[in-house]
Antibody, heavy 116, light 108 residues
Framework: EVQLVESGGGLVQPGGSLRLSCAAS????????MSWVRQAPGKGLEWVAN????????NYVGSVMGRFTISRDNAKKSLYLQMNSLKAEDTAVYYC?????????WGQGTLVTVSS | SYELTQPPSVSVSPGQTARITCSGD??????AYWYQQKSGQAPVLVIY???KRPSGIPERFSGSSSGTMATLTISGAQVEDEADYYC???????????FGGGTKLTVL
């Protein structure tokens, strides 16, 4: 059974940093692109970033470029999102997803709140 | 930046056909995907590659795409189909992924 479990969310002040993790199981992690998607409270889904199987290609939505970094560790079957210079508008539930494409399996999400 | 446009809401009676549209300039060249999201839950893929249905998704869900518009059709909508629906695709380069703004489907 495919499972994705996010962790690392929490409350952080504007300008602060946070690192999200996603632990994968039930499939060959190194065979898949992986993605992060976020959803602000009461709002729609927003694709944030994705990363190729070997980490050699990464793509980001414009609003996080230069502030967020996606990475992965295939040996640990884990996906990461390093978030720096956080803004109030980054407040959201962050989901990791297995990206076939498309994103066919999702975690349950981790809440990031950026507030003073 | 690339955008996909959906109607904010669609309402049908149980048993009627619901159609949700998604427009985007790159859709003639890029596949459309559709997700269902119920309140407090993670999204679920209901249509991939424009018109294919994942295993476990009821046959009443179907998809089509023509020109710059993709359509999700729910034939004989059920009360349990009430949810937010999102289309998903990529820009012409394939590097920027994007979700539509979402459509709230009401079945009552």
């Amino acid at each position: 059974e495919v499972q994705l479990v996010e962790s690392g969310g929490g409350l952080v002040q504007p300008g602060g940093s946070l690192r999200l993790s996603c632990a994968a199981s039930g499939f060959t992690f190194s065979n898949y692109w992986m993605s992060w998607v976020r959803q602000a409270p009461g709002k729609g889904l927003e694709w944030v970033a994705n990363i190729k199987q070997d980490g050699s290609e990464k793509n980001y939505v414009g609003s996080v470029m230069g502030r967020f970094t996606i990475s992965r560790d295939n040996a640990k079957k884990s996906l990461y999102l390093q978030m720096n210079s956080l803004k109030a508008e980054d407040t959201a539930v962050y989901y990791c997803g297995r990206d076939g494409p498309p994103i066919d399996y999702w975690g349950q999400g981790t809440l990031v709140t950026v507030s003073s | 930046s690339y955008e996909l446009t959906q109607p904010p809401s669609v309402s049908v009676s149980p048993g009627q056909t619901a159609r949700i549209t998604c427009s985007g300039d790159a859709l003639p060249k890029k596949y459309a995907y559709w997700y269902q999201q119920k309140s407090g839950q993670a999204p679920v893929l209901v249509i991939y590659d424009d018109d294919k249905r994942p295993s476990g998704i009821p046959e009443r869900f179907s998809g089509s795409s023509s020109g710059t518009m993709a359509t999700l059709t729910i034939s004989g909508a059920q009360v349990e189909d009430e949810a937010d629906y999102y289309c998903y695709s990529a820009d012409s380069s394939g590097n920027q992924k994007v979700f539509g703004g979402g459509t709230k489907l009401t079945v009552l």
